[in-house]
């Protein structure tokens, strides 16, 4: 069966230091891979979207970025936070296939710059 | 920007009592309609997915149509208990050039009172 890892779980970070997120998924190959975030009192925005190794496709312009070094993994950089970037994120994978995008979530990410 | 509305907001209830919202999109370039039941502390999970206009799906207690050419869906809960408490998010797939993601609304907080 697929599971799908983030980590860390919680992070408290200065504002002006990098950020790291990762994610990775097991039990399926060639996932769709998703980076969501909720900030406080908005829904789930889409931040970056990947279909394949090297290819990341941004939504919204921000202070973030996104690679996919592997197949399965997934990764939510920063150079620099803002306090902006507060929030949940999440990530997540789905299968291809409009009609079909069912996408899985992972245990989430809740970041808080200070 | 596509717009996904979700009604009421946030929305209390008596256990045993039956409720329902609302979820509105836009009725064109329309490829499928997802609801996710989101509790806390833990991942949003995919209740439904829809693709056909006057669709109806089921899974126990809880019920969702669809309107397509109108750009709405329901969501049903009939007899609520307290474990139904939660934030349920519907999300827009679009045809063509919106493939792959999905653009969710801000969702709507049911608490279920014992």
């Known amino acids: 069966s697929q599971t799908i890892h983030q980590w860390p779980a919680t992070l408290v970070q200065p504002v002006g230091s990098p950020l790291s997120l990762e994610c990775t998924v097991e039990?399926?190959?060639?996932?769709?891979l998703y980076w969501y975030r909720q900030a406080a009192g908005r829904g789930l925005q889409l931040l970056f979207y990947?279909?394949?190794?090297g290819q990341i496709s941004s939504e919204v312009p921000q202070n973030l970025s996104a690679s996919r070094p592997q197949d399965r993994q997934f990764i939510l950089s920063s150079k620099k936070l803002l306090l902006s970037d507060s929030g949940f994120y999440l990530c997540?994978?789905?299968?291809w296939g409009p009609g079909k995008e069912t996408q899985y979530f992972g245990p989430g990410t809740r970041l808080l710059v200070l | 920007i596509l717009n996904v509305e979700q009604s009421p907001q946030s929305l209390h209830v008596q256990e045993g009592d039956s409720t329902n919202f609302t979820c509105s999109f836009p009725s064109s370039n329309f490829y499928a309609l997802h609801w996710y039941r989101w509790e806390t502390a833990k991942s949003p999970e995919a209740l439904f997915v829809m693709t056909l206009n006057g669709d109806e799906k089921k899974k126990g207690r809880i019920s969702a149509t669809l309107n397509t050419k109108e750009g709405y869906s329901y969501l049903y809960i009939k007899g609520s208990q307290p474990e139904d408490s939660a934030t349920y998010l519907c999300a827009f797939e679009g045809s063509g050039g919106s493939n792959y993601k999905l653009t969710f609304g801000k969702g709507t907080l049911l608490t279920v009172n014992p």
């Open positions: 997540a994978w789905s299968v």
């Open positions: 039990g399926t190959s060639n996932p769709n």
């Open positions: 990947s279909v394949g190794i």
